[in-house]
Each structure stands twice: as structure tokens, then as C-alpha cells.
């Protein structure tokens, strides 16, 4: 039988459910379109549609909302592609032919890496680990790609409650408000959640860690801005959109002639934490957490 045929059968039962249904619904979850997803399989569109259909018909659940034009996943769907997605990842893990202490460490951020102790750690380990490189990659996803099997381990803010995530605490780190610099805000010293409260919030949904349930009731922000990126969102706050609030080494790695940034001063500190997939940890993972405690120790 032709491969694209048993990639996308429709006659599944839960003996016969492969890796390679797996990575069919993947790609339909990563494309948000059937017919994207087929092109990426090299299959048709038809054979796409039936493997969703079984797949659903198998777990008794909907996977995908298909109300819209740009398909979405309903929240079993995106339950079902963590579990995917780690199963996917694990596997690729087992069976990569490189020797496992010389392929390099993939360490993923969402966008401030490891705020001023980026380049420090980079260093230090060229320096004391020369035989397994460190790559490290800027990835707009909620893990950092690690989720997806794209990186190793990953740099993360915030609380992380993940099935199959292990998670190390390196440092926490101030909030502060970036705000338009032509903005009267932008001539404060500092500010309060409360001082935000009639103004847009510009929120990354993607990547970034800042929700309306930051700020109590009473003064919550009553208009969103919805980005999908720190690009987008550093644009949008210098446009006069709106106002952000990220961690402290956003201010530091990302400078813009439009944003000032200012301390926040009753805005609880964010969680700095190095993370990796249970059961699919590189062997250098542990030195990594290691050297980056030690510098923050040193610092």
C-alpha cells in the first residue's frame, strides 16, 4: 500500500493508531488549514480530511472547529497535540543516529533568553562544556518549541504546568511597564499596576507571559491589543496602542526609540526557569542548569 494511504487510513482501530497518524493531526494543528497540511504530507486534501475524521471518531472527541475558515483546535484538540506532539518528540529523540554526547544542546527562549546573563552563560560554557555546543534559538511559541521537539531545553517566565515538562528555577525577575515614550506615563519615575488600568493592554497570546488577571479586578484594563509576537508587540506600544508589561530583561534586550520602559512597582516578580520533556532530556541538560546557577550566584 502506498505510503500517503496508510499515513491517512481511515479504518483505525487502537491497535492500528502509528506515529505517523501523529504527525498527520501535527500538521494539521501547526498549518491551521487541511489543504496547507496535505501539501506539507505530500498527500490529498481528502486523505487529510479522513485521517481528522477517524482520529476524532477513535477518541470520541472533536479535535478541530471547523466554524471558520482557519481551522482551530477546540480544547481537546489542543490537549490531544501536547500528548502528540511529546510522543512525536520522544521518539525522534530515541532513534536520532547522532551520538548523544557530541549533538548540541538546543536551548529555546520566547524572547529574552536569559536576560543579561545571556552572554555570560554562552560564554562560560564554550568555555567549560567545548564539546557539546549550545545553540541558542528565539522561538514565538508558549514552550519555546520544546513542546513541539524543536529544542532541547528551554528558558521559560512564569508558571509552567505541562504534562511530560520537568522545570529547574534559576532567578525571578521584576516586572516593569513599557509604555509609548511620547506618553506622560513615560516621564514617571515608576509606575503601579493601577496607573495602566485606562489605557489597552497590548497582550503577546503566543508567547508572553502577561494575562488581564495580572491586575486585580477593580482596575483591570477594559481593551486588549492581541499580538502574536515581541516584534509586534514592541511596535504596536511604540504606535501609542497601547501599554505592555513584561519582565525586567525585556528592557534590557529589547531597546526601542518608542518604549520606555519603567519599573512596576506592585506587580508580583516573574519565575526565570530552565525546562525539558520528561523521558527525552539531553545528557547536558543538568550542566546547563548548573553553570546558570552559578552565574547568577556569581552575579
Known sequence: MPIGLRLCSARMSRTQIELRHLRCFLAIAD?????????????????????L?????????RLVDRTTHHLALTPEGRTFR?????????FDAAVDPAPLATRPLRLGHAWSAFGPYTTPLLRRWQREHPETPLELLRIDDRTAGLLRGEVDAALLRGPVDLPGVATEPLLTEPRVAAVPA???????ASLTL?????RTAVLNAVSGTTT????????????????????????????????????ASTAT???HPGVTYLPLRDAPPLPVLLAWREGARHPATGALGEVARAIVRES
Do not use: F, M, Y
Not at 53 to 61: F, M, N, R
Not at 182 to 188: F, G, N, T, V
Open 31 to 51: 498549518e491551521g488549514n487541511l489543504t496547507r497540511a496535505a501539501a506539507r504530507l505530500h498527500l490529498t486534501q481528502p486523505a487529510v480530511s479522513r485521517t
Open 53 to 61: 475524521a477517524a482520529l476524532e471518531k477513535h477518541l470520541g472527541v
Open 82 to 90: 501536547d500528548r502528540a506532539t511529546t510522543a512525536v518528540a520522544a
Open 182 to 188: 511620547d506618553s506622560p506615563l513615560a516621564e514617571r
Open 194 to 198: 493601577a496607573d495602566l488600568a485606562d
Open 212 to 247: 488581564l488577571a495580572l491586575w486585580p479586578s477593580p482596575t483591570r484594563p477594559r481593551t486588549t491589543l492581541t499580538v502574536a509576537n515581541t516584534d509586534d508587540w514592541l511596535a504596536a506600544i511604540a504606535a501609542g496602542r497601547g501599554i505592555g508589561v513584561s519582565s
Open 253 to 255: 534586550l529589547h531597546p
